[in-house]
Structure formats: structure tokens, C-alpha cells
């Protein structure tokens, strides 16, 4: 998802922008994702989990956008809306994000196709983990720190959207109880794609 820079893949490799994604459906996504930020301005939460629903219902699974195949988690960044945006992740077995914050967005994710385990983790709490599949959304909030991985052999497709857009990631180790910085990576340098201009 980002060139040059690991950000919010951690170790995501770069990757040429995958074919196959008809302009029709970028145009609509885009669409709805104007009138539904308006929409849905004061209803963060809402927000997020519609558009987060939304978008995995008219993304394809990676492996019908691009038949190489994958080796490491990869990302692209879908939209840019007022206020957000959206990411396309594609994630082989073994593909994992690290433990993360989002650098003060707030987020929500669907998967598209395939299992992610997503284990939370909070200063001073057990982490706990569960297991996303289907298109139904979770949100979360500023302060949410989580590490997301397929276990799974089948490649996962999930999309993601923050509020506002993300600009840094934190990524943290657990010491004891608690939770210890390890660095801070901008979301800059981003390799960027809407869903109709997959080329
Ligand atoms: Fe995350």
C-alpha cells in the first residue's frame, strides 16, 4: 500500500496496482462514500461500519484482482473521502499487522473473503482475541490497539476505513500488563488506487 515505506503494512511488500476492477464499480463506491460521509457526519461509529460494509461488498477477493501469487500482506488505499479513508489489505497465510494504534483515527474493517484473528490489546487488560470473517463490520475507537493475522492456508481480503484519514501508526510491544512503544510510522508515500482505477 505505500512505496519505499513499511507504514501501515508494517512489512507489507509493494506491489504493482492489480487489474481487474471495473471503473463502474470504483465510480459507485465513490459516490456513496461522498453521500454517505455527509450522511452520517454525526454517527461515527455508523459511519464506519456502513462504509467498511459497503466497500467489502463490491470488493472482489484479492485473488480475482491479481492471480500472482502473494507472499506478503499487502495494501492499498481504496478512497480518499472528506474525512477518511478506505484500504484494500490482502493478507497470505502468516500475514500479520504487529500490534498498532491507528495514530488517533478511529477505524473499522470487513473482511471480504477468507478468516483474520484479531487479538486486541489494552494497557493493563488480557489481550483478546476474535475471529473475523464475512462481510459484517467491527469498528473501533482512537485508542484501540489490536494486531490482526490470517492463520488461515486460504489468502483473506479485507477492507478498512479511519476517520479522520490515517496519517501514523504506533506499533508496541506487551511488557507485562502493559503495553510498550516500539515506533511510530508515518502513512505517507502511499501507493493510491480508488476501486476504478486499478491499473
Ligand atoms: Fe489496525
Redesign the pocket.
Known amino acids: 500500500m505505500m512505496a519505499g515505506t513499511t507504514g501501515m503494512a508494517g512489512q507489507a511488500a509493494t506491489t504493482e496496482t492489480p487489474a481487474g476492477v471495473s471503473e463502474a464499480i470504483g465510480a459507485l463506491a465513490a459516490a456513496w462514500a461522498d453521500v454517505a460521509a455527509a450522511v452520517l457526519a454525526d454517527r461515527p461509529r455508523r459511519f464506519l461500519t456502513t462504509m467498511c460494509e459497503a466497500l467489502a461488498a463490491v470488493t472482489p477477493p484479492w485473488e480475482d484482482l491479481d492471480a500472482a501469487p502473494l507472499h506478503e500482506r499487502i495494501h492499498r488505499r481504496l478512497l480518499i473521502g472528506p474525512g477518511f479513508d478506505a484500504w484494500l489489505l490482502a493478507w497470505p497465510q502468516g500475514g500479520s499487522?504487529e500490534l498498532?494504534d491507528?495514530g488517533g483515527a478511529s477505524?473499522g474493517f470487513s473482511v471480504v473473503a477468507g478468516t483474520l484473528q484479531e487479538l486486541s490489546a489494552g494497557a493493563g487488560r488480557p489481550g483478546r482475541t476474535c475471529w473475523r470473517a464475512g462481510g459484517r463490520a467491527a469498528a473501533f475507537g482512537p485508542a484501540w490497539v489490536?494486531d490482526?493475522v490470517n492463520e488461515d492456508a486460504a489468502l483473506a481480503t479485507s477492507v478498512?476505513v479511519y476517520r479522520p484519514a490515517i496519517t501514523s501508526m504506533t506499533y508496541y510491544e506487551r511488557w507485562g500488563s502493559e503495553l510498550r512503544p516500539l515506533r511510530v510510522e508515518r502513512v505517507d508515500d502511499v501507493a493510491e488506487v480508488t476501486l476504478g482505477q486499478a491499473a
Open positions: 499487522t498498532h491507528h477505524g489490536h490482526m478498512h
